[in-house]
């Protein structure tokens, strides 16, 4: 046992060499980053100046028209007529003005709410591959740890074969199995080598940029917090994008109610003679009536229209939140549930395990055992490690989507 103690403390060694040439990345840096740089969540901050941009404009004028042409020129002499020049203003209503731009501005907040959301799925996403990677390099550290203790076995029994106190065909399945191992290793860095490609993706960053992720693992009570549909509604975005959407439809009834309100216009004509007659001018005030019945149908319409859109928001958000607050109970009894697994792996079945293995392999080394039963043992063990840590990555895919649920960073 002392020298698998040894041989098993020289791969972790090796392993920590080849893993300190790559910078570490933690998780928080990783979201810090997706945060900063990713492309989409940059294309949102542009559509929100644009949004602004747009609703400085709103309060511009129409502009002036002018023309010019013979006035009152007749056929049989055009020297008798005069030469109009006329200048044509119209004075958009001030109140119309104000409400058009809190109409648009009303739209910005629905692209920050919907760049939050799409700012969790992400994160979601980052944490979800980090923490594989973790179970992954986990896996891979008990693969390298049995490679080695399989090794010195195959050794051992190589040694004892030369003795005729070992069968061939032990020795044979000894050796599949320390293939079947380093066909694993394979795999498994060509998983850790895809997260890291994925990660890279989400950060911005060159795709052949070699990083290593932080193992540690934190541990979180969330299966018996005890939240609820206002605390749901202050940390969703996407249930407060239903909000700023009541809100836009509210703004556009206003909008719309302006729209009863008249606009004015003011048009100036100079007539020039081409004769002895003097010049005249004229001078026009306009204003535009939508009060009247064929031009107050559209906007009234508008109006009661936009009290079934908000009705519809406000379904639609409920929907939502009653959705959110089952998958939150349900994520919370699987928690829970992997918890108690988690525990049990921990205590009794890993134990019991290494303990079957250990025995084995104090009885092989004493010519007591068969070599079949010390591999299987050393399998079993290895298998329960495994399965342990597929059990701690359903624990964790549960964490990040309880996460999404509340938004928790």
């Known amino acids: 046992m002392k020298k698998i103690k040894i041989i098993l403390f020289g791969g972790l060694l090796v392993l920590c060499a080849q ?72 004075i958009p209503n001030p109140r119309k003005q104000s409400a058009n731009r809190n109409f648009m501005e009303g739209m910005g907040p629905i692209e920050q709410q919907d760049k939050a959301a799409k700012k969790n799925e992400m994160f979601a996403m980052a944490k979800q591959n980090y923490y594989e990677w973790i179970i992954l390099q986990h896996k891979f550290d008990v693969v390298v740890q049995t490679d080695s203790i399989l090794n010195y076995i195959v050794h051992l029994a190589q040694l004892r074969y030369a003795y005729s106190k070992e069968k061939l065909n032990n020795i044979y399945k000894a050796h599949a199995d320390l293939y079947e191992l380093r066909n694993m290793e394979t795999m498994l860095r060509s998983d850790m080598k895809m997260k890291n490609v994925e990660l890279n993706t989400l950060m911005n960053l060159d795709k052949a940029y070699v990083f290593v992720v932080d193992t540690t693992i934190g541990s979180y ?29 509210k703004l556009q009834q206003e909008y719309e109610a302006t729209k009863r309100l008249p606009d004015f216009g003011v048009s ?42 908000a009705n519809a928001f406000y379904f639609q958000k409920q929907s939502l939140l009653n959705e959110s607050m089952g998958r939150i109970a349900s994520l919370q009894a699987q928690i829970k549930a992997a918890k108690q697994q988690l525990y049990n792996y921990a205590e009794d079945i890993i134990p019991a395990y290494y303990k079957s293995y250990q025995s084995t392999m104090i009885a092989y080394e004493q010519n007591t055992e068969d070599l079949f039963i010390v591999l299987d043992a050393l399998k079993m063990y290895r298998m329960a490690k495994m399965n342990e840590l597929d059990q701690l990555d359903t624990l964790l895919k549960l ?11």
């Open 221 to 249: 009570d969330y299966e018996i917090q005890i939240p609820d549909t206002a605390l749901l509604s202050a940390v969703r975005s996407d249930i407060k994008q239903f909000d700023a959407s009541i809100e836009l439809v």
């Open 268 to 309: 100036f004509s100079h007539m020039q003679a081409l004769n002895a007659f003097p010049n005249q001018f004229s001078a026009m005030g306009m204003v535009t009536l939508p009060i009247v019945p064929w031009a107050s149908k559209e906007y009234k319409a508008n109006i009661k229209g936009l009290d079934n859109t």
């Open 399 to 409: 964490q990040v989507a309880y996460e999404r649920e509340l938004e928790i960073r």
């Open 19 to 90: 893993s300190s040439s790559a910078q570490m990345i933690t998780l928080d840096s990783v979201l810090r980053r997706i945060e900063q740089a990713n492309p989409m969540l940059m294309m949102y901050d542009e559509q929100i100046a644009a949004i602004q941009e747009y609703a400085n404009g709103a309060k511009s004028w129409m502009p002036p028209t002018l023309s010019t042409g013979p006035w009152q020129a007749p056929y049989s002499g055009f020297s008798n007529g005069m030469w109009m020049i006329t200048g044509e203003q119209m």
